[in-house]
Protein backbone atom coordinates (compact mmCIF):
# COMPACT_ATOMS: atom_id res chain seq x y z
CA UNK A 1 0.00 0.00 0.00
CA UNK A 2 2.50 2.64 1.01
CA UNK A 3 3.89 2.05 -2.42
CA UNK A 4 0.93 2.60 -4.16
CA UNK A 5 1.17 6.00 -2.12
CA UNK A 6 4.30 6.78 -2.92
CA UNK A 7 4.25 6.52 -6.80
CA UNK A 8 0.36 8.11 -6.68
CA UNK A 9 0.69 11.99 -8.08
CA UNK A 10 -2.60 13.44 -7.53
CA UNK A 11 -4.54 13.86 -10.40
CA UNK A 12 -8.10 14.65 -10.97
CA UNK A 13 -8.57 13.22 -14.00
CA UNK A 14 -6.44 10.06 -13.30
CA UNK A 15 -7.81 9.57 -9.62
CA UNK A 16 -6.97 6.30 -7.65
CA UNK A 17 -9.44 3.43 -7.36
CA UNK A 18 -11.29 2.97 -3.96
CA UNK A 19 -12.46 6.35 -2.18
CA UNK A 20 -11.29 8.89 -4.20
CA UNK A 21 -12.22 6.98 -7.74
CA UNK A 22 -15.82 7.14 -6.12
CA UNK A 23 -15.31 10.40 -5.11
CA UNK A 24 -13.91 12.26 -8.60
CA UNK A 25 -17.61 10.22 -9.98
CA UNK A 26 -19.56 11.98 -8.07
CA UNK A 27 -17.72 15.35 -8.25
CA UNK A 28 -18.13 15.13 -12.19
CA UNK A 29 -22.12 14.06 -12.71
CA UNK A 30 -22.62 17.02 -9.97
CA UNK A 31 -20.69 19.41 -12.04
CA UNK A 32 -22.28 18.28 -15.18
CA UNK A 33 -25.76 19.01 -13.53
CA UNK A 34 -24.36 22.10 -12.33
CA UNK A 35 -23.41 23.66 -15.23
CA UNK A 36 -25.63 21.90 -18.06
CA UNK A 37 -28.86 23.06 -16.18
CA UNK A 38 -27.47 26.76 -15.58
CA UNK A 39 -25.51 27.59 -18.04
CA UNK A 40 -27.58 25.24 -20.77
CA UNK A 41 -30.48 27.02 -19.74
CA UNK A 42 -29.29 30.41 -20.52
CA UNK A 43 -28.18 29.55 -24.16
CA UNK A 44 -31.51 28.22 -24.28
CA UNK A 45 -33.25 31.31 -24.07
CA UNK A 46 -31.26 33.07 -25.68
CA UNK A 47 -30.90 30.43 -28.99
CA UNK A 48 -35.21 30.19 -28.66
CA UNK A 49 -35.60 34.25 -28.37
CA UNK A 50 -32.44 36.19 -29.24
CA UNK A 51 -34.49 39.14 -29.57
CA UNK A 52 -35.84 38.64 -25.93
CA UNK A 53 -39.41 36.95 -26.59
CA UNK A 54 -39.90 33.40 -26.81
CA UNK A 55 -41.85 30.18 -25.45
CA UNK A 56 -39.65 30.40 -21.89
CA UNK A 57 -40.30 34.04 -21.74
CA UNK A 58 -44.32 34.11 -22.61
CA UNK A 59 -45.15 30.80 -20.02
CA UNK A 60 -45.89 31.67 -17.08
CA UNK A 61 -45.12 29.72 -13.75
CA UNK A 62 -46.13 31.11 -9.82
CA UNK A 63 -47.05 34.37 -11.94
CA UNK A 64 -43.55 34.70 -12.98
CA UNK A 65 -41.94 34.14 -16.99
CA UNK A 66 -41.21 30.86 -16.71
CA UNK A 67 -37.30 31.97 -17.42
CA UNK A 68 -37.20 34.22 -14.39
CA UNK A 69 -38.97 31.44 -12.24
CA UNK A 70 -36.31 29.24 -13.40
CA UNK A 71 -33.58 31.49 -12.74
CA UNK A 72 -34.56 33.24 -10.02
CA UNK A 73 -36.09 30.67 -8.14
CA UNK A 74 -35.33 27.48 -9.43
CA UNK A 75 -31.88 27.37 -9.82
CA UNK A 76 -30.97 28.27 -6.18
CA UNK A 77 -33.24 25.33 -5.48
CA UNK A 78 -31.46 22.96 -7.65
CA UNK A 79 -28.36 24.16 -6.51
CA UNK A 80 -29.35 22.95 -2.83
CA UNK A 81 -30.70 19.34 -4.46
CA UNK A 82 -26.98 18.59 -5.60
CA UNK A 83 -25.33 19.41 -2.62
CA UNK A 84 -27.73 16.81 -0.93
CA UNK A 85 -26.91 14.22 -3.49
CA UNK A 86 -23.53 15.14 -3.23
CA UNK A 87 -23.42 14.81 0.77
CA UNK A 88 -25.47 11.53 1.39
CA UNK A 89 -23.48 9.81 -1.57
CA UNK A 90 -19.89 10.85 -0.17
CA UNK A 91 -21.60 10.16 3.26
CA UNK A 92 -22.20 6.17 1.90
CA UNK A 93 -18.95 6.31 0.46
CA UNK A 94 -17.12 7.33 3.39
CA UNK A 95 -18.77 4.56 5.46
CA UNK A 96 -18.44 2.02 3.07
CA UNK A 97 -14.42 2.57 3.10
CA UNK A 98 -14.42 3.27 6.67
CA UNK A 99 -15.77 -0.32 7.57
CA UNK A 100 -13.65 -1.20 5.01
CA UNK A 101 -10.79 0.20 7.20
CA UNK A 102 -12.38 -1.24 10.33
CA UNK A 103 -12.27 2.62 12.03
CA UNK A 104 -14.71 4.82 12.95
CA UNK A 105 -16.78 7.50 11.16
CA UNK A 106 -13.57 10.39 10.38
CA UNK B 1 -35.75 60.35 -1.08
CA UNK B 2 -36.03 62.86 1.99
CA UNK B 3 -32.70 62.69 3.62
CA UNK B 4 -32.77 66.58 4.89
CA UNK B 5 -33.81 65.92 8.58
CA UNK B 6 -32.27 63.07 11.04
CA UNK B 7 -34.85 59.52 11.17
CA UNK B 8 -34.38 59.45 14.72
CA UNK B 9 -37.00 56.07 15.29
CA UNK B 10 -34.77 54.30 12.58
CA UNK B 11 -31.75 54.98 14.44
CA UNK B 12 -33.10 54.16 17.65
CA UNK B 13 -33.59 50.96 16.73
CA UNK B 14 -30.14 50.84 14.80
CA UNK B 15 -28.56 51.57 17.52
CA UNK B 16 -30.26 49.08 19.48
CA UNK B 17 -29.59 45.82 17.83
CA UNK B 18 -25.79 46.49 16.99
CA UNK B 19 -25.54 47.32 20.90
CA UNK B 20 -27.98 43.95 21.86
CA UNK B 21 -25.30 42.11 19.55
CA UNK B 22 -22.74 43.22 21.65
CA UNK B 23 -24.81 42.15 24.93
CA UNK B 24 -25.12 38.93 23.52
CA UNK B 25 -21.75 38.56 22.64
CA UNK B 26 -20.61 39.20 25.92
CA UNK B 27 -22.95 36.89 27.48
CA UNK B 28 -22.03 34.00 25.69
CA UNK B 29 -18.25 35.56 26.09
CA UNK B 30 -17.24 32.41 28.42
CA UNK B 31 -15.87 30.74 25.41
CA UNK B 32 -12.76 30.38 24.21
CA UNK B 33 -12.10 32.71 20.88
CA UNK B 34 -8.36 31.69 20.11
CA UNK B 35 -8.25 33.21 16.59
CA UNK B 36 -9.94 35.85 15.03
CA UNK B 37 -13.36 34.45 12.95
CA UNK B 38 -12.29 30.71 13.61
CA UNK B 39 -13.56 30.27 17.38
CA UNK B 40 -16.85 29.04 17.99
CA UNK B 41 -18.29 26.15 20.37
CA UNK B 42 -19.99 23.26 18.43
CA UNK B 43 -23.43 24.49 17.37
CA UNK B 44 -24.46 22.03 14.96
CA UNK B 45 -25.34 21.59 11.25
CA UNK B 46 -28.15 23.88 10.86
CA UNK B 47 -26.28 26.97 13.54
CA UNK B 48 -23.54 25.58 11.27
CA UNK B 49 -25.21 27.14 7.97
CA UNK B 50 -26.48 30.11 9.64
CA UNK B 51 -23.24 31.05 10.76
CA UNK B 52 -22.15 30.05 7.13
CA UNK B 53 -24.78 32.57 6.11
CA UNK B 54 -24.40 35.46 8.20
CA UNK B 55 -20.65 35.40 8.01
CA UNK B 56 -21.27 35.83 3.86
CA UNK B 57 -24.78 37.97 4.46
CA UNK B 58 -23.00 41.77 3.29
CA UNK B 59 -24.35 45.07 2.06
CA UNK B 60 -24.11 43.30 -1.25
CA UNK B 61 -26.89 40.82 -0.56
CA UNK B 62 -28.93 42.58 1.92
CA UNK B 63 -28.93 46.12 -0.41
CA UNK B 64 -26.95 45.87 -3.48
CA UNK B 65 -28.59 42.92 -4.74
CA UNK B 66 -32.06 44.51 -4.88
CA UNK B 67 -30.13 47.70 -6.17
CA UNK B 68 -29.04 46.06 -9.21
CA UNK B 69 -32.68 44.03 -9.72
CA UNK B 70 -34.12 47.24 -10.15
CA UNK B 71 -31.53 48.46 -12.51
CA UNK B 72 -31.24 45.80 -14.61
CA UNK B 73 -33.61 42.95 -14.24
CA UNK B 74 -33.53 39.62 -15.56
CA UNK B 75 -29.24 40.43 -15.62
CA UNK B 76 -28.84 40.60 -12.00
CA UNK B 77 -30.12 37.61 -12.10
CA UNK B 78 -26.38 36.35 -12.55
CA UNK B 79 -25.91 37.69 -8.97
CA UNK B 80 -28.00 35.05 -7.77
CA UNK B 81 -26.78 32.56 -9.63
CA UNK B 82 -23.19 33.04 -9.01
CA UNK B 83 -23.49 33.92 -5.32
CA UNK B 84 -25.47 30.58 -4.97
CA UNK B 85 -24.13 28.55 -7.41
CA UNK B 86 -20.69 28.76 -6.29
CA UNK B 87 -21.17 27.47 -2.94
CA UNK B 88 -21.97 23.86 -5.46
CA UNK B 89 -18.26 24.45 -6.70
CA UNK B 90 -16.90 24.83 -3.51
CA UNK B 91 -18.49 21.96 -1.59
CA UNK B 92 -17.74 19.42 -4.10
CA UNK B 93 -13.89 20.69 -5.23
CA UNK B 94 -12.78 22.09 -2.38
CA UNK B 95 -14.74 21.82 1.20
CA UNK B 96 -13.67 18.48 2.84
CA UNK B 97 -9.78 18.62 1.06
CA UNK B 98 -9.35 22.10 2.28
CA UNK B 99 -10.37 20.68 6.00
CA UNK B 100 -8.34 17.29 5.57
CA UNK B 101 -5.06 19.75 4.26
CA UNK B 102 -5.49 21.39 7.39
CA UNK B 103 -4.84 25.15 6.92
CA UNK B 104 -7.17 27.67 8.04
CA UNK B 105 -6.32 30.87 5.84
CA UNK B 106 -5.48 30.80 2.06
CA UNK B 107 -1.67 32.21 2.34
CA UNK B 108 -1.25 29.23 5.21
CA UNK B 109 -2.31 26.82 2.55
CA UNK B 110 -1.03 28.49 -0.37
CA UNK B 111 2.71 28.86 1.81
CA UNK B 112 2.55 24.96 2.63
CA UNK B 113 1.40 23.69 -0.36
CA UNK B 114 3.57 25.54 -2.47
CA UNK B 115 6.38 25.09 -0.03
CA UNK B 116 7.15 28.85 -0.69
CA UNK B 117 6.82 31.90 1.37
CA UNK B 118 6.95 34.30 -2.07
CA UNK B 119 3.73 31.87 -3.03
CA UNK B 120 1.87 33.06 0.27
CA UNK B 121 3.40 36.75 0.52
CA UNK B 122 1.52 37.13 -2.93
CA UNK B 123 -1.65 35.07 -1.18
CA UNK B 124 -1.44 37.26 1.73
CA UNK B 125 -1.43 40.52 -0.30
CA UNK B 126 -4.48 39.03 -2.62
CA UNK B 127 -6.46 38.19 0.21
CA UNK B 128 -5.85 41.51 1.78
CA UNK B 129 -6.80 43.48 -1.81
CA UNK B 130 -10.09 41.23 -1.49
CA UNK B 131 -10.60 42.34 1.64
CA UNK B 132 -10.26 46.05 0.98
CA UNK B 133 -12.05 46.11 -1.84
CA UNK B 134 -15.20 44.22 -0.47
CA UNK B 135 -15.22 46.28 2.39
CA UNK B 136 -15.39 49.64 0.02
CA UNK B 137 -18.82 48.23 -1.11
CA UNK B 138 -19.59 47.74 2.65
CA UNK B 139 -18.39 51.15 3.54
CA UNK B 140 -20.80 52.72 0.41
CA UNK B 141 -23.51 50.81 1.99
CA UNK B 142 -23.00 51.74 5.47
CA UNK B 143 -22.39 55.18 3.79
CA UNK B 144 -25.73 55.53 2.19
CA UNK B 145 -27.28 54.05 5.41
CA UNK B 146 -25.89 56.48 7.70
CA UNK B 147 -26.54 59.53 5.22
CA UNK B 148 -30.48 58.51 5.12
CA UNK B 149 -30.43 57.88 8.80
CA UNK B 150 -28.91 61.23 9.93
CA UNK B 151 -30.23 63.23 7.20
CA UNK B 152 -26.77 64.31 6.00
CA UNK B 153 -24.89 63.77 2.52
CA UNK B 154 -23.14 60.84 1.29
CA UNK B 155 -20.18 61.74 2.24
CA UNK B 156 -20.67 62.78 5.96
CA UNK B 157 -22.13 59.28 6.13
CA UNK B 158 -20.06 57.28 5.03
CA UNK B 159 -17.47 58.85 7.49
CA UNK B 160 -19.87 58.73 10.20
CA UNK B 161 -20.55 55.46 9.31
CA UNK B 162 -16.91 54.46 8.94
CA UNK B 163 -16.40 55.77 12.52
CA UNK B 164 -19.06 53.69 13.67
CA UNK B 165 -17.79 51.23 12.16
CA UNK B 166 -14.29 50.95 14.06
CA UNK B 167 -15.63 52.05 17.11
CA UNK B 168 -17.44 48.65 17.16
CA UNK B 169 -14.80 46.71 16.46
CA UNK B 170 -13.28 48.04 18.72
CA UNK B 171 -15.03 48.48 21.97
CA UNK B 172 -16.01 44.61 20.75
CA UNK B 173 -12.57 43.73 21.09
CA UNK B 174 -11.74 45.30 23.93
CA UNK B 175 -14.82 43.93 25.82
CA UNK B 176 -13.76 40.38 24.39
CA UNK B 177 -17.28 39.80 22.81
CA UNK B 178 -17.87 36.42 21.07
CA UNK B 179 -19.61 36.99 17.88
CA UNK B 180 -23.34 34.90 17.77
CA UNK B 181 -23.35 34.32 14.01
CA UNK B 182 -26.59 32.70 14.41
CA UNK B 183 -28.33 35.57 16.00
CA UNK B 184 -27.11 37.65 13.71
CA UNK B 185 -28.20 35.02 10.39
CA UNK B 186 -31.66 35.68 12.37
CA UNK B 187 -31.76 39.15 12.48
CA UNK B 188 -30.75 39.83 8.54
CA UNK B 189 -33.64 37.32 7.69
CA UNK B 190 -36.45 38.66 9.83
CA UNK B 191 -35.13 42.44 9.27
CA UNK B 192 -34.94 41.95 5.29
CA UNK B 193 -38.21 39.54 5.06
CA UNK B 194 -41.00 40.74 7.75
CA UNK B 195 -40.96 44.71 5.77
CA UNK B 196 -41.05 42.95 2.70
CA UNK B 197 -44.43 40.43 3.89
CA UNK B 198 -45.73 44.31 5.14
CA UNK B 199 -44.88 45.67 1.75
CA UNK B 200 -46.74 43.49 -0.41
CA UNK B 201 -49.56 43.37 2.13
CA UNK B 202 -49.68 47.47 1.34
CA UNK B 203 -49.64 47.00 -1.92
CA UNK B 204 -52.52 43.99 -2.44
CA UNK B 205 -50.03 41.16 -3.43
CA UNK B 206 -49.66 37.30 -1.90
CA UNK B 207 -47.86 38.79 0.95
CA UNK B 208 -47.34 35.16 2.85
CA UNK B 209 -44.69 34.18 0.65
CA UNK B 210 -43.76 37.73 -0.77
CA UNK B 211 -41.15 36.01 -2.77
CA UNK B 212 -43.88 34.62 -4.86
CA UNK B 213 -46.62 37.15 -4.79
CA UNK B 214 -43.85 39.58 -6.71
CA UNK B 215 -44.63 37.92 -10.07
CA UNK B 216 -48.52 39.53 -10.38
CA UNK B 217 -46.79 42.33 -9.08
CA UNK B 218 -44.43 41.82 -12.14
CA UNK B 219 -47.62 41.21 -14.63
CA UNK B 220 -48.99 44.34 -12.85
CA UNK B 221 -45.64 46.34 -14.71
CA UNK B 222 -46.20 45.13 -17.96
CA UNK B 223 -49.63 45.84 -18.23
CA UNK B 224 -50.14 48.81 -16.76
CA UNK B 225 -46.83 50.50 -18.22
CA UNK B 226 -45.75 47.99 -20.39
CA UNK B 227 -42.29 47.35 -18.77
CA UNK B 228 -41.02 44.26 -18.86
CA UNK B 229 -38.73 43.22 -15.69
CA UNK B 230 -37.77 40.26 -17.16
CA UNK B 231 -36.60 40.95 -20.65
CA UNK B 232 -33.76 38.59 -21.08
CA UNK B 233 -30.47 40.23 -21.98
CA UNK B 234 -31.82 43.87 -22.44
CA UNK B 235 -29.12 45.23 -19.70
CA UNK B 236 -26.18 43.18 -21.10
CA UNK B 237 -25.35 40.38 -23.97
CA UNK B 238 -25.62 36.44 -23.00
CA UNK B 239 -21.89 36.58 -22.88
CA UNK B 240 -21.68 38.81 -19.89
CA UNK B 241 -24.30 37.22 -18.34
CA UNK B 242 -22.45 34.12 -18.25
CA UNK B 243 -19.10 35.69 -17.41
CA UNK B 244 -20.85 37.38 -14.49
CA UNK B 245 -22.38 34.50 -13.11
CA UNK B 246 -19.08 32.67 -13.90
CA UNK B 247 -16.85 34.82 -11.87
CA UNK B 248 -19.16 35.15 -8.96
CA UNK B 249 -19.50 31.69 -8.50
CA UNK B 250 -15.31 30.69 -9.52
CA UNK B 251 -14.91 33.88 -7.00
CA UNK B 252 -17.17 32.60 -4.17
CA UNK B 253 -15.62 29.22 -4.31
CA UNK B 254 -11.72 31.24 -3.53
CA UNK B 255 -13.07 34.01 -1.18
CA UNK B 256 -10.60 33.95 1.52
CA UNK B 257 -13.30 34.18 4.55
CA UNK B 258 -15.45 31.83 3.03
CA UNK B 259 -13.02 29.08 2.57
CA UNK B 260 -12.26 29.28 5.92
CA UNK B 261 -15.83 28.82 7.64
CA UNK B 262 -15.21 24.95 7.14
CA UNK B 263 -12.68 25.15 10.29
CA UNK B 264 -15.78 26.03 12.50
CA UNK B 265 -17.47 22.87 12.34
CA UNK B 266 -15.64 19.48 14.33
CA UNK B 267 -15.62 17.45 11.44
CA UNK B 268 -15.97 16.98 8.01
CA UNK B 269 -19.29 15.86 7.55
CA UNK B 270 -20.78 18.29 10.03
CA UNK B 271 -19.18 20.87 7.65
CA UNK B 272 -20.72 19.84 4.42
CA UNK B 273 -24.07 19.50 5.50
CA UNK B 274 -23.70 23.36 7.06
CA UNK B 275 -23.15 24.09 3.32
CA UNK B 276 -26.29 22.82 2.36
CA UNK B 277 -27.90 24.47 5.59
CA UNK B 278 -26.00 27.97 4.22
CA UNK B 279 -26.88 27.78 0.84
CA UNK B 280 -30.64 27.29 2.30
CA UNK B 281 -30.64 30.18 4.51
CA UNK B 282 -28.48 32.39 2.05
CA UNK B 283 -31.49 31.42 -0.97
CA UNK B 284 -34.20 32.91 1.62
CA UNK B 285 -32.33 36.01 1.26
CA UNK B 286 -32.01 35.82 -2.93
CA UNK B 287 -35.08 34.84 -3.38
CA UNK B 288 -36.41 37.45 -1.49
CA UNK B 289 -34.49 40.57 -3.01
CA UNK B 290 -35.69 40.92 -6.57
CA UNK B 291 -39.41 41.45 -4.79
CA UNK B 292 -37.91 44.65 -3.11
CA UNK B 293 -36.78 45.56 -6.93
CA UNK B 294 -40.57 45.23 -8.15
CA UNK B 295 -42.32 46.46 -5.71
CA UNK B 296 -39.42 49.00 -6.21
CA UNK B 297 -40.12 49.86 -9.78
CA UNK B 298 -43.96 49.55 -9.30
CA UNK B 299 -44.59 52.64 -6.51
CA UNK B 300 -42.12 54.56 -8.77
CA UNK B 301 -44.35 53.78 -11.77
CA UNK B 302 -47.70 54.09 -10.13
CA UNK B 303 -46.36 57.54 -8.22
CA UNK B 304 -46.05 58.78 -11.62
CA UNK B 305 -42.58 59.12 -11.07
CA UNK B 306 -40.30 58.91 -14.60
CA UNK B 307 -37.30 56.60 -14.41
CA UNK B 308 -34.09 58.48 -14.82
CA UNK B 309 -31.37 55.81 -15.30
CA UNK B 310 -28.56 58.48 -14.27
CA UNK B 311 -31.06 59.32 -10.78
CA UNK B 312 -31.79 55.23 -10.15
CA UNK B 313 -27.86 54.86 -10.69
CA UNK B 314 -27.35 56.93 -7.56
CA UNK B 315 -29.70 55.24 -5.18
CA UNK B 316 -30.45 51.57 -6.53
CA UNK B 317 -27.89 50.95 -3.54
CA UNK B 318 -30.38 51.88 -0.78
CA UNK B 319 -33.88 50.95 -2.61
CA UNK B 320 -34.74 48.33 -0.20
CA UNK B 321 -34.79 50.75 2.19
CA UNK B 322 -36.50 53.97 -0.58
CA UNK B 323 -38.96 51.04 -1.59
CA UNK B 324 -40.06 50.43 2.26
CA UNK B 325 -40.46 54.31 2.76
CA UNK B 326 -42.28 55.53 -0.74
CA UNK B 327 -44.26 52.14 0.18
CA UNK B 328 -45.86 53.90 3.68
CA UNK B 329 -44.53 51.00 6.27
CA UNK B 330 -44.02 51.96 9.64
CA UNK B 331 -41.15 54.40 10.63
CA UNK B 332 -40.25 51.62 13.02
CA UNK B 333 -40.35 48.92 9.99
CA UNK B 334 -38.07 51.02 8.06
CA UNK B 335 -35.24 51.26 10.81
CA UNK B 336 -35.77 47.40 11.07
CA UNK B 337 -34.89 46.81 7.61
CA UNK B 338 -32.30 50.06 8.10
CA UNK B 339 -30.87 48.12 11.08
CA UNK B 340 -30.66 44.56 9.36
CA UNK B 341 -28.43 46.40 6.53
CA UNK B 342 -26.24 47.93 8.81
CA UNK B 343 -25.83 44.78 10.93
CA UNK B 344 -25.20 42.55 7.58
CA UNK B 345 -22.19 45.65 6.79
CA UNK B 346 -20.76 46.44 9.99
CA UNK B 347 -20.45 42.33 10.90
CA UNK B 348 -18.64 41.75 7.11
CA UNK B 349 -16.06 45.22 7.66
CA UNK B 350 -15.59 43.87 10.89
CA UNK B 351 -14.46 40.21 10.11
CA UNK B 352 -13.00 40.91 6.57
CA UNK B 353 -10.61 43.90 8.20
CA UNK B 354 -9.30 41.85 11.21
CA UNK B 355 -8.83 38.83 8.94
CA UNK B 356 -6.82 41.55 6.61
CA UNK B 357 -5.03 42.88 9.88
CA UNK B 358 -4.35 39.78 11.07
CA UNK B 359 -2.98 38.60 7.87
CA UNK B 360 -0.78 41.23 7.30
CA UNK B 361 0.91 40.94 11.16
CA UNK B 362 0.89 37.09 10.57
CA UNK B 363 1.83 36.22 6.95
CA UNK B 364 3.77 39.28 6.30
CA UNK B 365 5.21 41.39 9.36
CA UNK B 366 6.01 37.99 11.24
CA UNK B 367 6.81 35.84 8.37
CA UNK B 368 8.57 37.67 6.26
CA UNK B 369 9.46 41.12 7.90
CA UNK B 370 10.46 40.18 11.76
CA UNK B 371 10.29 36.25 12.66
CA UNK B 372 11.45 36.99 16.35
CA UNK B 373 8.00 39.40 16.76
CA UNK B 374 6.46 38.65 20.63
CA UNK B 375 2.54 38.12 20.75
CA UNK B 376 2.48 41.56 21.75
CA UNK B 377 4.48 43.07 19.14
CA UNK B 378 2.56 41.32 16.48
CA UNK B 379 -0.83 42.03 18.41
CA UNK B 380 0.06 45.94 18.47
CA UNK B 381 1.13 45.50 14.38
CA UNK B 382 -2.13 43.59 13.89
CA UNK B 383 -4.44 46.30 15.63
CA UNK B 384 -2.35 49.58 13.47
CA UNK B 385 -2.99 47.28 10.82
CA UNK B 386 -6.61 47.47 11.29
CA UNK B 387 -7.07 51.07 11.70
CA UNK B 388 -4.37 51.70 8.57
CA UNK B 389 -6.63 49.28 6.27
CA UNK B 390 -10.20 50.79 7.36
CA UNK B 391 -8.65 54.55 7.29
CA UNK B 392 -7.89 53.48 3.35
CA UNK B 393 -11.34 51.49 2.55
CA UNK B 394 -12.96 54.76 3.48
CA UNK B 395 -10.37 57.48 1.32
CA UNK B 396 -11.42 55.06 -1.22
CA UNK B 397 -14.88 54.51 -0.13
CA UNK B 398 -15.84 58.55 -0.56
CA UNK B 399 -16.20 58.48 -3.98
CA UNK B 400 -16.76 54.96 -4.67
CA UNK B 401 -16.29 53.57 -8.31
CA UNK B 402 -19.23 51.87 -8.86
CA UNK B 403 -22.50 49.94 -7.55
CA UNK B 404 -22.13 47.72 -4.30
CA UNK B 405 -22.78 44.56 -6.26
CA UNK B 406 -20.29 45.75 -8.82
CA UNK B 407 -17.47 46.72 -6.86
CA UNK B 408 -17.60 43.20 -4.61
CA UNK B 409 -17.68 41.37 -7.77
CA UNK B 410 -14.38 42.98 -8.59
CA UNK B 411 -13.41 41.53 -5.19
CA UNK B 412 -14.91 38.07 -6.20
CA UNK B 413 -13.12 38.37 -9.61
CA UNK B 414 -9.73 39.08 -8.08
CA UNK B 415 -10.65 35.99 -6.02
CA UNK B 416 -11.71 33.95 -9.29
CA UNK B 417 -8.47 34.65 -11.21
CA UNK B 418 -6.39 33.95 -8.26
CA UNK B 419 -7.11 31.96 -5.28
CA UNK B 420 -9.31 29.60 -6.79
CA UNK B 421 -7.24 27.94 -9.73
CA UNK B 422 -4.32 28.07 -6.62
CA UNK B 423 -6.99 26.22 -4.14
CA UNK B 424 -8.23 24.09 -7.23
CA UNK B 425 -4.83 23.09 -9.12
CA UNK B 426 -3.23 22.75 -5.79
CA UNK B 427 -5.62 20.10 -4.38
CA UNK B 428 -6.27 18.43 -7.42
CA UNK B 429 -2.97 18.18 -9.25
CA UNK B 430 0.11 16.83 -7.47
CA UNK B 431 2.09 18.23 -10.45
CA UNK B 432 1.36 21.77 -9.72
CA UNK B 433 4.80 23.66 -7.94
CA UNK B 434 5.75 27.04 -6.66
CA UNK B 435 6.67 28.37 -9.94
CA UNK B 436 3.28 27.60 -11.64
CA UNK B 437 1.28 28.98 -8.35
CA UNK B 438 3.08 32.55 -8.24
CA UNK B 439 3.03 33.08 -12.02
CA UNK B 440 -0.67 31.88 -12.18
CA UNK B 441 -1.63 34.48 -9.15
CA UNK B 442 0.65 37.20 -10.62
CA UNK B 443 -1.27 36.37 -13.68
CA UNK B 444 -4.76 36.66 -12.22
CA UNK B 445 -3.80 39.80 -10.56
CA UNK B 446 -3.40 41.30 -14.03
CA UNK B 447 -6.33 40.26 -15.38
CA UNK B 448 -8.56 41.26 -12.98
CA UNK B 449 -7.26 44.66 -13.51
CA UNK B 450 -6.56 44.42 -17.13
CA UNK B 451 -9.66 46.77 -18.11
CA UNK B 452 -8.77 49.23 -16.27
CA UNK B 453 -5.13 48.85 -17.08
CA UNK B 454 -5.28 48.51 -20.82
CA UNK B 455 -9.05 48.26 -21.91
CA UNK B 456 -8.97 51.77 -23.47
CA UNK B 457 -5.94 51.02 -25.89
CA UNK B 458 -6.82 46.99 -26.93
CA UNK B 459 -11.02 46.89 -27.01
CA UNK B 460 -10.75 43.26 -27.15
CA UNK B 461 -9.42 43.16 -23.47
CA UNK B 462 -12.55 44.90 -22.43
CA UNK B 463 -14.73 42.64 -24.42
CA UNK B 464 -12.90 39.64 -22.72
CA UNK B 465 -11.76 40.76 -19.48
CA UNK B 466 -15.06 43.03 -18.18
CA UNK B 467 -13.81 44.48 -14.88
CA UNK B 468 -16.78 42.89 -13.09
CA UNK B 469 -16.61 39.22 -14.67
CA UNK B 470 -13.06 38.75 -16.08
CA UNK B 471 -12.55 35.00 -14.52
CA UNK B 472 -15.06 33.57 -17.34
CA UNK B 473 -11.84 33.77 -19.66
CA UNK B 474 -9.51 34.43 -17.00
CA UNK B 475 -9.84 31.50 -14.52
CA UNK B 476 -9.04 29.05 -17.29
CA UNK B 477 -6.42 31.10 -18.76
CA UNK B 478 -4.83 30.90 -15.24
CA UNK B 479 -5.30 27.87 -14.18
CA UNK B 480 -3.33 26.93 -18.02
CA UNK B 481 -0.94 29.40 -17.16
CA UNK B 482 -0.25 27.41 -14.08
CA UNK B 483 0.38 24.11 -15.37
CA UNK B 484 2.36 25.27 -18.56
CA UNK B 485 4.37 26.50 -16.21
CA UNK B 486 4.78 23.75 -14.08
CA UNK B 487 5.33 21.42 -16.17
CA UNK B 488 8.73 23.31 -17.49
CA UNK B 489 10.07 23.76 -13.72
CA UNK B 490 11.00 21.28 -11.01
CA UNK B 491 8.26 19.06 -9.69
CA UNK B 492 7.00 20.33 -5.86
CA UNK B 493 8.82 18.85 -2.95
CA UNK B 494 8.33 15.01 -2.71
CA UNK B 495 6.73 15.20 0.92
CA UNK B 496 3.90 17.52 -0.69
CA UNK B 497 3.44 15.28 -3.09
CA UNK B 498 3.19 12.40 -0.22
CA UNK B 499 0.69 14.35 2.20
CA UNK B 500 -1.05 15.32 -0.89
CA UNK B 501 -1.54 11.59 -1.73
CA UNK B 502 -1.85 10.35 1.40
CA UNK B 503 -3.47 12.69 3.84
CA UNK B 504 -5.69 14.62 1.31
CA UNK B 505 -6.60 11.82 -0.65
CA UNK B 506 -5.69 8.96 0.56
CA UNK B 507 -7.12 9.31 4.21
CA UNK B 508 -9.28 6.21 3.67
CA UNK B 509 -7.03 4.00 2.23
Known amino acids: ?106 | MNSSSANIWPLVIVAGVLTSFILVGLYSKARESGEYGFSGRYIGRIGGGAAIASNWMSAASFLGMAGLLYLKGYFALAYVIGWTGGYVLLLVMMAGQIRRFGKYTAPDFVGDRYASPTARLVSAVISITISIIYCIAQFKGIGMVFAWLFGITYKGGVMLGALAVVSYVVVCGMLGVARNQQMQYFVIIVTFIAPLMVLAFKLGYFWLLPQFGYGAAMQDLVREFNLNFADPFASGSLFQWLALCFTLMVGTAGLPHVLSRFYVVPNVRDARWSVVWGLFFIALIYWSAPAYAVFGRLIEARGGIHFDAEAANKMADIVVIRTAVMGGLPTWLVGILAAGGVSAAFSTVAGLLMTGATSFSHDIYYRLVNPGASEAKKMAIAKGSFLSLAALVLILAVEPPGLIAEITAVAFALAGNTIFPVFLLGIWWGRTNRQGAIAGMLAGIVITFATPLFGRFVPIVATLFPVTSSALCGAPLVTAIMVFVSLFTSPPPSEVSRFLAQEVHGHLD
Request: proline residues 4%; neutral net charge.
Open chain 1, 1 to 106: MQERHDSYDVNLFRPKKGYMGGEVGIIFIILFGWGVVTFGFQFAVWLLGPHGSSILTEVTFFNLPFHFWFTGQFLPLWFILLCIVFNLYIDRLTERHSRRRDRTYE
